[in-house]
C-alpha cells in the first residue's frame, strides 16, 4: 500500500553545485615536473613527521605540496579552494581536480573552473584518451571528465525536520531496485537504532547508488554543530 503523499511547509534558501571533481589526461612540461620533484623533495627534507606541506606558488596562486603521493599519486597541491593530484604520465587520467564547497560557493562553478584550467594550461596540455576494447575497437574519450558533481538544496523546513523518525523510511517512495538506507547503531539490548553522532533520530537518509545517482536529506544544523 503506497502512503499518502506529504507536503512539507520549506523555504529554498539556496541551491548549488557543492562538490565538484574533475579528472583529466595531460601532458606536463618536463621543467614543470622537475619543479614538482624539486618542491617535493624539501617538503620531504623539512617534514619533522607531520606530513605538512610546504608552501609554494604555482598555477598562479598559493599552494602547499605534501612530501608524499599514494595511491597511485606523484604530487599532491592543495590550498582552501582546489586539491591538485597529479600522476604518472601511464595513467590515462593523469591529473584530477577537487573544489572546495567555499570557492564553489563564492564564486560559482563555471568560474572556479575557468581560473585554475586557463592556469593549469599553461603549464600542460590536453593528451588525446584512446581505450582499445577486447574485440580490438578503440574508444576515444574526452580529455577531461567529471567525476564527481553533487548538488545541493538547502531547504528551511522544521516541520519536516522534526518529523525525521523511526517511520520515515517507510514513507519514501522509491523504485524496487532503489534500496533507501540511514546510519545504524546497535543498542546495548541488541536492537538496530536510527542515529547520527549521539541524536537518537535518524538524519541521514540516503537513496540511490553512489556509482550513478544518489539522493542524500540530511539535517544541516546537526551536522555542523557535530563537527
Partial sequence: MIPPIRNYDCCLLAQ???????????????????????????????????????????????????????????????NPDYTITIAPAKVDYNLQVKYSAAVLWQLGADRARNLIWNALLRKMRKRPVKIQHEDGTVEDRP??????????????SPEMTQEIG???MG????????????????DENGE????????????????????????????????????
Fill in 171 to 186: 514513507r519514501i517512495i522509491a523504485h524496487s531496485s532503489i534500496k533507501p538506507k540511514w546510519n545504524l547503531k546497535i
Fill in 16 to 78: 548549488g553545485i557543492d562538490t565538484l571533481a574533475e579528472s583529466a589526461s595531460v601532458f606536463i612540461w618536463q621543467d614543470l615536473w622537475d619543479e614538482l620533484e624539486a618542491a617535493k623533495a624539501e617538503a620531504r627534507e623539512q617534514n619533522t613527521g607531520d606530513n605538512a606541506g610546504l608552501p609554494v606558488f604555482i598555477f598562479g596562486q598559493d599552494f602547499d605540496i605534501k612530501p608524499h603521493g599514494g595511491d597511485g599519486v606523484t604530487f599532491i597541491l592543495s
Fill in 192 to 227: 538496530d537504532v536510527e542515529v547520527w553522532g549521539t541524536s537518537t533520530r535518524m538524519q541521514t537518509v540516503t537513496i540511490g547508488k553512489k556509482g550513478n545517482l544518489q539522493i542524500q536529506l540530511y539535517n544541516k544544523s546537526d551536522e555542523v554543530t557535530e563537527k
Fill in 143 to 156: 580529455w577531461r571528465v567529471i567525476s564527481r558533481i553533487d548538488y545541493a538544496f538547502d531547504l528551511d
Fill in 166 to 168: 523511526a517511520d520515515f
